[in-house]
């Protein structure tokens, strides 16, 4: 019967940053009717919550699908140094010609854990309030949550 | 169909070591969790289970039914006790989120008769759980 189970690992880590949601695209006029309060010059804030999602065998030595103390450095690199306590308009530079929405943003965080070695990244869902989440899971046809 | 969920919690403790690996290799390993004298946790199980409501009650399940079943099933069984040394299931098993997920669907799957066991996830804490579901379940759902 385990077989024919599936186990995945999740893990939610948070981080603070600003952005402001504006689109060289479209006019002044524009960009304040689509984006609202998010179009603000100065930018705004939230603490984010980024939920990862891995899937592998259970190792039976450890009982682990990945050790969390290779995750969570991994994610620490990867993203949180990066992305904590700053801009994302300014200081990542994947968001200089992208609107930084959380859609965005949780494709850009699993680009950059896809390569995680030890187990097989499923989705990442990122929150930007408690009130709104997002979910990408790349190509993996089970990733989406149900 | 439709996915109903029922959340329970419960308190443990545990540790995690391998008697295979040497004492240096657990600490490496396990960290903080290869304590000998182990450490706690407030577990919180989200039971849930897929099917069509009946016409005439309206339910998957009788949400009472699948309360007694935890509460049988997982409470009885793991609240408050020591997973290492209380939980026979875990026998031998380090006991992970991973891996006490695993028992507990192995327990509940088939205890559940009416509507079908779709998922389990278990939070060890707010940042750290395991979900166990039947292999292609979400491929499935999505088509």
């Given at each position: 019967m385990t077989g024919a189970l599936k186990i995945e690992l999740g893990r939610r880590y948070r981080f603070s940053a600003s952005h402001r949601l504006h689109s060289p695209h479209l006019s002044e006029e524009e960009n304040c009717r689509v984006f609202g309060k998010c179009n603000n010059p100065y930018g705004h804030g939230h603490n984010y919550v980024v939920e990862v999602s891995v899937s592998g065998e259970v190792d039976p030595a450890t009982g682990m699908i990945a050790n969390l103390t290779d995750l969570d450095s991994f994610v620490e690199r990867q993203v949180l140094e990066e992305f904590d306590h700053k801009s994302l308009n300014e200081d990542v530079p994947a968001f200089r010609d992208k609107v930084p929405t959380t859609e965005n943003l949780c494709i850009e965080i699993f680009k950059r854990l896809?390569?995680?070695?030890?187990?097989?990244?499923?989705r990442i869902r990122v929150q930007e309030t408690g009130n709104n989440s997002f979910e990408y899971a790349g190509d993996n046809r089970e990733g989406n949550q149900s | 169909m439709v996915l109903l969920t029922r959340k329970i919690e419960f308190a443990a403790s545990h540790l995690y070591h391998n008697p295979n690996f040497s004492a240096e290799e657990n600490r490496r390993i396990f960290g903080k969790c290869n304590n000998p004298h182990g450490h706690g946790h407030n577990y919180t199980l989200e039971v849930t289970v897929e099917g069509e409501p009946d016409p005439v009650t309206g339910m998957v399940l009788d949400l009472k039914e699948l309360k007694d079943i935890l509460e049988r099933e997982i409470m009885q069984r793991m609240d408050h006790r020591h997973l290492n040394y209380e939980v026979a299931e875990l026998a031998g098993q380090i006991p992970t989120c991973e891996n006490i997920a695993r028992i507990i669907w192995q327990l509940l799957e088939p205890k559940i008769t009416q509507g079908r066991l779709h998922r389990v996830r278990l939070y060890e804490s707010p940042d750290l759980f395991a979900d166990c579901y039947r292999n292609g379940a979400r491929a499935a759902r999505k088509s």
């Open positions: 896809k390569s995680f070695p030890t187990a097989k990244l499923e | -």
